[in-house]
Every structure is written in structure tokens, then in C-alpha cells.
């Protein structure tokens, strides 16, 4: 929770698990090692992860320790993959996502992956849209096949007709990834025109595009101009304001600018990213004036912060403000962070939780 | 400032003129996949040019450490240079300096006609800013 009572919705958190028994193909390895060197890059000094407490299967005691004693973060969406072209449960697996869900049930909302080359991927999206909780479906734009890297952008024979079924079922949001390239597949499955032309046909589906800004990000903001059920999502991207801040300053100014502050969300990206550092960044970012005198970008309001860190995800999953604190006054973790906001130990020091609080917690 | 060597820059080196002549053919791979592909001088990615004699070291800041066409660029940048008569030997490297390209390193030209055709784009498919709507 921000200081002046808002909530902080974090749009991405997933259980990694990068334990060397769940690689499946030969640049898994690389994969777990690129994603350690991603957080060394996006988060300052003190936030990055010890290699012990990175490559672990990460379970959902600890995320939700991780979110929600470690960072301001009230409640989260957890992603479930579609990676195991790549990793045997995924990389984030779905089942730890309902148990995520399930323990924490107040504060978690989920968005299951979906491998469209199914032959069952259709029933699959009706069947899990229909859970309790479950409020979007996750897409990748590549998989790896018979040594392939076969495109699964939305526009796709294979995809398009799932669009369809998304669009007929109980949620009505997809989040894709796009715009950081991964292992050998070809960079342009990674651009975001393919959502255009989904948006476009499916005017009631809300297209969350993961990653938002960290490239191709005028075809980002043209895709967000152009249609009013495109979503930025932030995960990753949130980091750069911190570690990269003339590009983050840049990207945020460009959607600002053309798109305005209703369809842009923070992501906090755990477990592979601590998701604190970027909150405060957001919340403190002022738009350098050379940015505002040269390129036109607005200022960025109290409002917005509190819009791109909380509000425009809750309206995006349906919910109200009002009922979502309701419904976590008093819980566990609301507890166990007024304990420690009365010894000036919240938000707690990073990943300190992953070994120190497992026995106090876990009989809850 | 960027360091970045420039399509205008000025050598006192004619050799070193004609490496960077030769380096403006040389495509940027994801360009490629664009309608408008750009050369690796006017995308700022020549950070150095050094030579010693024939020998030739091309030192190049890429937008990504981790830029899979690292390969591409180099075997291109190796023929084209190579094929200079006063070269002997074309070495091709990354920046390890720590310097990270910003979009500042490209030449003004390309900066310039790549927000044209953007905001070219964005006029043409009918929209007004966000932030000039509501003011």
C-alpha cells in the first residue's frame, strides 16, 4: 500500500523454478543464467538475489513473502508459463499458481498459460476461464518444436481461433509476451503488431502486452493509441526507472503522451525480479524537464502513479478498491506488517524472508 | 555527446574514410525486418574505427550485449573491409567499456526521419495525442 492508502496491484509475479531437474532442452541452462543476469541489470545494488536464494524452485510461500512482507505490493496476478518446450513444468508452473491462489486467496488473482499448439488448447481455455480466480489467459509468441522455432503470434492460423474462444469464455483478457527477444527465435514474433490486428477484431477482449517499453516502443504506443483494449503491462520495464531512467523516462513519456495513464500497469516480475525497488522508483519518477520542453511529454501526477501502480489493474481485473482493502484488513500478511511497521522493519530487507521466516510462517 | 562515429564524421585517415564508407552498407539485421532498414554507422554502433598499417579493428557498441546477430554483423563488416585494397586483416569486437547505446548515438537523419514516419503514421490513422486531447 502506497503511504497515502492506495493500492499497490502488482500485474505479474510468477514461481520460477530454476532448478537444473526441471531443464528440458539445451539452452535451459542459458535461460536460468540470462534471467539471473537480468535481475544484476535491472535492480540496484542490495536487491539483487544471492545465486542460493535465485536458483531454487521457488514455492508459493515464498513469493507470497517475497510480495507481500518484502514490497508494498497488495495484491498480485501470478502468471503461469507455457515454457516446457524449454522447462519440464513450464518455468512457472500452474499448479503452484492455484495453491498460490488458494492460500491467499484475497490478494491473488491468476492468469493461466496456454500452449495454442493443444490440440486440446481450446477446451483447456474454457475449462480454466471458468475457475474461481482465474481472470486472463497467457500466450508466448514462439515455441520450440522439432527443432524449430514455429511463430505463435495472434495472428497465426494455429492462434486466431483461440481468440475466439477467449473471447466466448469467462475472462476477457490475454496477456502476451513480446518485445524481449528469447533463446533463437526470430526478433520480429516479438513485435506487437500481431496484437494490433487482434485488438481490432476482438473489440471486447483487453490485450495485455507484457514488457511494454522495453522495445519497438512506437509501435507500442501506436498500438495503445489506436485501440482502447490495448494494455501496457510493465513488468521489467518498471526496473529501467531506477537503472535505466532517461529510457524508462522516455517510454512512459511516449504512452503518456499519446495513450494517457488508463491502460498502463506496473509489474513486479518476482520472483525473478524483487518487486520494491521499481514501486518506489515510480512513485518518486519526475519527467525530466528537457523530456517535458522537448518532447511534449506531460508532467506525471500523483494521479497517474497511483493509477499505473495500482488502479488501472483493478479495474482491468473487475474489482473495487474499496472492497479489495476490505477484504485484506486484518489478514495474515496485513498483520504481520503492522508488527513490523511498528518496529521500522516494513517493507522487510530483501529476500531476508526466503530463509529466516519459513519456520515461523509456514504454520499459518 | 555520444562517442559514436557519425556518417559526417571527419577522419585526417583516408583509409579510415573509406572503412566507414564501406561500414554504411552494412544493414542492421533488425532493421531488416522493418520497411526501413538502417545502416550500422547512421544506427550509432561504430564506436571505433583503429588502424595499424593494414590491420584493422572495428570496435562496435551494440544495442544489446546479448544481440544474437552479433555473427551476421561481424562476418558482413569482415568482407566489406576486407575487401578494401590497403586492408590485411579486419578484426571485429564489442565495446567493453560498460557505455550502453541510447538512441542519442544515432545520426540526426535517421532520428529525425524515423519520428517523421512515426508520427506520419499516427496522423494518417486519424489520431490526436492524448495529451493535447485533454487539455
Keep these: 500500500m502506497l503511504d497515502n492508502g492506495a493500492l499497490v496491484v502488482d500485474s505479474v509475479s510468477h514461481c520460477f523454478n530454476h532448478t537444473p531437474e526441471n531443464h528440458k532442452h539445451p539452452h535451459a541452462q542459458r535461460w536460468d543464467d540470462e534471467t539471473f543476469e537480468l535481475s544484476e541489470k535491472l535492480l540496484p545494488k542490495g536487491y539483487v538475489p544471492s545465486k542460493e536464494v535465485f536458483y531454487r524452485d521457488h514455492q508459493p510461500e515464498e513469493l507470497a513473502r517475497l510480495l507481500f512482507l518484502e514490497s508494498q505490493i497488495d495484491y498480485s496476478v501470478y502468471h503461469s508459463l507455457p515454457l516446457d518446450d524449454y522447462f519440464k513444468d513450464g518455468y512457472v508452473s500452474r499448479e503452484k499458481g492455484f495453491e498460490f491462489m488458494e492460500q491467499n486467496s484475497n490478494r491473488v488473482s491468476m492468469y493461466v498459460d496456454i500452449n495454442p499448439l493443444d490440440d486440446d488448447a481450446g477446451d483447456q481455455i474454457e475449462e480454466f476461464a471458468s475457475r474461481d480466480g482465474v481472470e486472463g489467459i497467457k500466450f508466448y509468441p514462439a515455441r520450440y518444436q522439432n527443432g524449430n522455432d514455429l511463430s505463435l503470434q495472434l495472428t497465426e492460423d494455429s492462434v486466431w481461433p483461440l481468440l475466439e474462444r477467449i473471447a466466448d469464455s469467462d475472462v476477457d483478457t490475454l496477456a502476451i509476451h513480446k518485445f524481449i527477444p528469447f533463446a533463437t527465435a526470430p526478433v520480429r514474433y516479438f513485435q506487437p503488431g500481431d496484437v494490433e490486428d487482434a485488438a481490432n477484431s476482438f473489440p471486447d477482449l483487453n490485450f495485455e502486452i507484457i514488457h511494454a517499453g522495453f522495445s519497438f516502443i512506437e509501435e507500442t504506443v501506436f498500438a495503445m493509441a489506436s485501440h482502447e483494449n490495448v494494455y501496457a503491462n510493465l513488468e521489467n520495464t518498471a526496473c529501467l526507472v531506477n537503472t535505466r531512467p532517461k529510457k524508462f523516462a522516455r517510454a512512459l513519456g511516449e504512452m503518456l503522451y499519446w495513450a494517457g495513464p488508463d491502460r498502463i500497469v506496473y509489474a513486479g516480475g518476482a520472483t525473478a525480479l524483487h518487486p520494491q525497488p521499481p514501486i518506489e522508483g515510480i512513485w518518486n519518477f519526475e519527467m525530466p524537464e528537457e523530456l517535458r520542453a522537448g518532447e511534449d511529454y506531460p508532467e506525471v501526477t500523483q494521479e497517474d502513479k497511483e493509477k499505473i501502480l495500482g488502479g488501472n489493474a483493478l479495474r482491468l481485473l473487475g474489482k473495487d478498491p474499496e472492497q479489495v482493502k476490505k477484504d485484506i484488513k486484518g489478514d495474515k500478511w496485513d498483520q504481520l506488517r503492522q508488527e513490523r511497521e511498528e518496529t521500522g522493519d516494513y517493507p522487510v530487507a530483501p529476500w531476508s524472508t526466503y530463509e529466516a521466516e519459513t519456520a515461523t510462517l509456514s504454520d499459518d | ?135
Design chain 2, 1 to 135: 555527446m555520444s562517442s559514436a562515429i557519425t556518417p559526417d564524421h571527419s577522419f585526417d585517415d583516408e583509409l579510415k574514410t573509406a572503412i566507414r564508407d564501406e561500414l554504411m552498407k552494412v544493414l542492421d539485421p533488425c532493421s531488416c525486418m522493418s520497411d526501413h532498414p538502417i545502416n550500422i554507422v547512421d544506427l550509432g554502433l561504430i564506436e571505433d574505427i583503429v588502424v595499424d598499417d593494414g590491420d584493422v579493428e572495428i570496435i562496435l557498441l551494440l544495442t544489446s550485449q546479448r544481440c544474437t546477430y552479433f555473427l551476421d554483423i561481424n562476418d558482413e563488416i569482415r568482407e566489406r573491409v576486407g575487401g578494401l585494397p590497403a586492408v590485411d586483416t579486419v578484426e571485429v569486437h564489442q565495446d567493453t567499456s560498460g557505455e550502453i547505446w541510447t538512441r542519442e548515438r544515432m545520426s540526426d537523419r535517421e532520428r529525425t526521419a524515423r519520428r517523421e514516419r512515426f508520427e506520419a503514421r499516427m496522423e494518417a490513422a486519424g489520431i490526436t495525442p492524448y495529451a493535447e486531447r485533454s487539455q
